[in-house]
């Protein structure tokens, strides 16, 4: 099975943030990683390997040398969980003229029109009243079937669909769920029937008997539409992968690979995977927040008592910020600058912006560039073109926290953010071979 391959069946099990996170703990708690709880102290030893669930849709992982943790120096891969997607609100339930219709919000930029016609399920968290007031019972949820779709009109009807026509996210973005009790009733039992008992909590009842729990005890969510078609391989020869959710679950995995296939005799290794990178990142979850930050100095406390040893180890750390970058697409070249781009199958994807948009500098590029030589991994460095600007990544924001060398990384794409994405399918092994190189390297 090749990293793709892995990647693919990932994405299908890492349906939300929260799924992301489970998902990833399985996978280190296979690895020999044992889970550590944020608010307890931490029992470290030389060799030992340990993670921590933040707030459910962040993780860090770490592995400690197996000879000197302090001695070695400290590296740190970042990844996010989160996706432009559809959330849906509360109170969601709407009566559409019969349909039964969900209110939702757009979470994050995404490509709206790519969202309509697809089928789409249901995935996040909800809290449950539980015997304990300052602790709900929380609950994942993933319907894993299409229970929701947004139909287009006829082009009949809108002639300007294909003109540029703008979405009213409000009006033209609810998902349809099905059609209402009472739409369904015989003309001459309308008025025999209590129209409103009928069609209401209409979603809150699925949700209850997905849950197995009675809706009244249903305290909140946080769930979202996404899209529940497989990814594959696509072209004659299998060139390009087309799935949902690449952005940003390749860097995930990625990330995962390395730290648990790589080791080193001396130093730290951390992976931190945050949420809320879409929609900017100050959160507590997010690389905004000073949760890794915290966390690191924490592992370090727990090895030495020295109140300088975190502090002097930032000096020489170094920090790959692991997110998608730009493919270029040939019919719109004029949007790329004329030398600087990244081509599908390229391999790894090093991303540089003077804004400081990405996180480099020449110094921390020839660090991360010795590797990919040394391995002999394909590479391409992407600038964007003079006078346009592109989305920023994890790099700048975690870096200010971590005042470390910091290089932003990661496969290229195109359809970045629609409901599905394209890459190469050959530069997911590019990017997992340059993490576990990362990772392992004395």
Request: hydrophobic share 40%; aromatic share 8%.
């Amino acid at each position: 099975m090749t990293y793709s391959d892995k990647m693919l069946e990932f994405i299908d099990r890492a349906v939300s943030p929260f799924h992301a996170v489970k998902e990833a703990g399985e996978e280190l708690r296979k690895s020999g990683f044992k889970e550590l709880s944020e608010g307890e102290d931490f029992k470290l030893k030389k060799g030992g390997k340990y993670y921590v669930n933040h707030h459910d849709s962040s993780l860090f992982a770490f592995t400690l040398g197996e000879e000197d943790p302090l001695e070695g120096d400290l590296r740190v891969a970042t990844a996010h969980t989160d996706f432009p997607c559809l959330r849906i609100k509360a109170n969601p339930d709407l009566d559409s003229e019969g349909y039964a219709s969900l209110n939702v919000e757009v979470y994050g930029g995404a490509i709206l029109n790519t969202w309509l016609d697809r089928p789409l399920s249901i995935a996040g968290r909800v809290a449950v009243r539980s015997e304990d007031v300052l602790h709900p019972k929380m609950e994942l949820i993933d319907a894993r079937r299409p229970v929701l779709t947004i139909p287009n009109v006829a082009i009949h009807i809108n002639r300007d669909v294909n003109k540029g026509y703008a979405i009213n996210v409000q009006k033209e973005m609810l998902p349809f769920a099905g059609i209402l009790p009472s739409a369904m009733l015989k003309d001459e039992d309308k008025k025999k029937k209590d129209k409103k008992e009928l069609d209401k909590d209409y979603f809150m009842s699925f949700l209850a008997k997905e849950l197995k729990v009675e809706k009244e005890d249903i305290l909140a969510f946080e769930l979202c539409a996404y899209n529940c078609e497989k990814g594959s391989y696509v072209g004659i020869n299998n060139d390009f992968i087309s799935a949902p959710r690449l952005d940003n679950m390749t860097s995930v995995v990625s990330d995962l690979i390395g730290i648990t296939q790589a080791g080193r005799k001396k130093g730290i290794n951390v992976c931190a995977i945050f949420d809320h990178e879409e929609i900017g990142s100050k959160t507590k979850q997010g690389a905004g927040s000073l949760a890794l930050s915290n966390l690191i100095e924490k592992v370090y406390m727990s090895i030495s008592k020295s109140q300088t040893i975190y502090k002097n180890k930032l000096a020489d750390g170094l920090m790959l910020s692991v997110d998608v970058g730009h493919a270029f697409h040939p019919y719109m070249g004029d949007k790329y600058d004329p030398v600087n781009k990244a081509i599908l199958n390229s391999g790894v994807a090093i991303k540089e912006a003077s804004s400081q948009s990405y996180a480099t500098d020449s110094k921390a590029i020839g660090v991360i560039m010795q590797m990919l030589l040394k391995e002999d991994i394909p590479y391409k460095v992407f600038v964007n073109r003079s006078g346009a600007t592109s989305g920023s990544t994890l790099g700048s924001i975690a870096s200010s926290f971590l005042p470390m060398m910091t290089v932003d990384v990661g496969v290229p794409l195109l359809a970045m953010h629609s409901a599905r994405e394209l890459m190469g399918s050959k530069d997911e092994d590019s990017l997992c071979e340059l993490l576990k190189v990362f990772y392992s390297v004395e």
